[in-house]
Antibody, heavy 124, light 106 residues
Framework: QVQLQESGPGLVKSSQTLSLTCTVS??????????WSWIRQSPGKGLEWIGY???????YYNPSRESRVTMSVDTSKNQFSLKLSSVTAADTAVYFC????????????????WGQGTLVTVSS | SYELTQPPSVSVSPGQTASITCSGD??????VSWYQQKPGQAPQLVIY???KRPSGIPERFSGSNSGNTATLTISGTQAMDETDYFC?????????FGTGTKVTVL
């Protein structure tokens, strides 16, 4: 059973960089053709897809956040990470990491395993 | 950008059928997934590729997708099904989530 766990500071100051890591257990991040993803949910709101990274390092980010997002992967630690720069109060949210099952030919993409989520609050 | 619209709420009596819709332009041409999210928890995939159920998801959950609307159907709704549901599709290399629907079992 694949499990994911987010970790990182729960409080970030405005204008600084939010950094989170997702540790994958129960399977190798390098096995299978999965796209390791980040999603966030503002308090009381809906879900917003941030982007994904493949174990090869290939990334794709939501165009609405692209200029501030960087994702990386460390296959030796079975981890992938998210950095979001120049944060504001609007970036306060629960951040989830998840495994994306993606078929580029058919356009099928679903998130089949999720971390429990971590709340990040941006303070002024 | 692509948008998926869901009704904010759906009410259903125990044992009856709940239908949650998800609307988007030509949605029937895309694969739709559905997620159940209970308070304080991560979303859980309940339907993928329009109609398929992951292992461990009860048979009372089913899906369809045609035209501009995808539908998640919960047959024989139970009290434990009372929570939030989100649809999701892939458009222009981006995952798009629906606005979310709260199912209330009265």
């Amino acid at each position: 059973q694949v499990q994911l766990q987010e970790s990182g500071p729960g409080l970030v100051k405005s204008s600084q960089t939010l950094s989170l890591t997702c540790t994958v257990s129960g399977g190798s991040i390098s096995s299978g053709d999965y796209y390791w993803s980040w999603i966030r949910q503002s308090p009381g709101k809906g879900l917003e897809w941030i982007g994904y990274i493949h174990y090869t390092g290939s990334t794709y980010y939501n165009p609405s956040r692209e200029s501030r997002v960087t994702m990386s992967v460390d296959t030796s630690k079975n981890q992938f990470s998210l950095k979001l720069s120049s944060v504001t109060a609007a970036d306060t949210a629960v951040y989830f990491c998840a495994r994306g099952d993606y078929n580029i030919v058919t356009g099928y993409y679903a998130l089949d395993y999720w971390g429990q989520g971590t709340l990040v609050t941006v303070s002024s | 950008s692509y948008e998926l619209t869901q009704p904010p709420s759906v009410s259903v009596s125990p044992g009856q059928t709940a239908s949650i819709t998800c609307s988007g332009d030509n949605l029937g041409e895309k694969y739709v997934s559905w997620y159940q999210q209970k308070p304080g928890q991560a979303p859980q995939l309940v339907i993928y590729q329009d109609t398929k159920r992951p292992s461990g998801i009860p048979e009372r959950f089913s899906g369809s997708n045609s035209g501009n609307t995808a539908t998640l159907t919960i047959s024989g709704t139970q009290a434990m099904d009372e929570t939030d549901y989100f649809c999701q599709a892939w458009d222009s290399n981006t995952a798009v989530f629906g606005t979310g629907t709260k199912v209330t079992v009265l």
